[in-house]
């Protein structure tokens, strides 16, 4: 895995990223938001569970787990935000015409993965309907 921190933000090269954050005081954050880069997304994040992957320099995969996910690729400034109370995961792959972003299938990760990082920060994930959701 390729991870670089800075104040903020995290940017991810290679590899994959799972968290569930409440907080984001403990990232130096001050309490708002971060993003996270890699070479063909950036996720901007609150207290939110996520799952990034970098499948490979074209391609990465991110899933919006429970919370709130900005989302946009990185040669673009218009952000989708996404609300997911169980799982919504995008691929952004980079192609001739740009980055397109398409709908993906739950990959590499499951709830009860997500439910062991909530239990290590001491919080827990509510699972259901977006009305549901635990943030």
């Not at 991810?12 to 001050?30: M, P, R, Y």
């Not at 900005?70 to 400034?77: C, L, V």
């Not at 995961?89 to 980079?94: D, E, G, M, N, P």
């Not at 990959?107 to 062991?116: Q, T, W």
Request: with cysteine; hydrophobic share 35%.
């Amino acid at each position: 895995m390729d991870v670089t921190r800075t104040q903020g933000s995290i940017d991810l090269q290679t590899g994959a990223l799972a968290a569930v954050f409440s907080k984001l005081q403990a990232l130096g954050s001050g309490g708002g938001a971060f993003g996270i880069t890699t070479p063909t997304a950036v996720a901007g994040v609150r207290g939110t569970a996520f799952y990034i992957k970098v499948e490979d320099p074209a391609s990465t995969y991110v899933c919006t787990c429970n919370g709130t996910l900005t989302q946009r690729a990185p040669e673009r400034k218009t952000k989708i935000r996404v609300t997911a109370a169980n799982h919504e995961a995008y691929r952004f792959s980079r192609t001739s015409k740009g980055v397109r972003r398409t709908r993906a299938g739950l990959l590499y990760h499951d709830d009860a993965l997500m439910d062991r990082l909530a239990a290590e920060v001491g919080t827990r994930l509510i699972w259901g309907s977006e009305e549901e959701s635990g943030y």
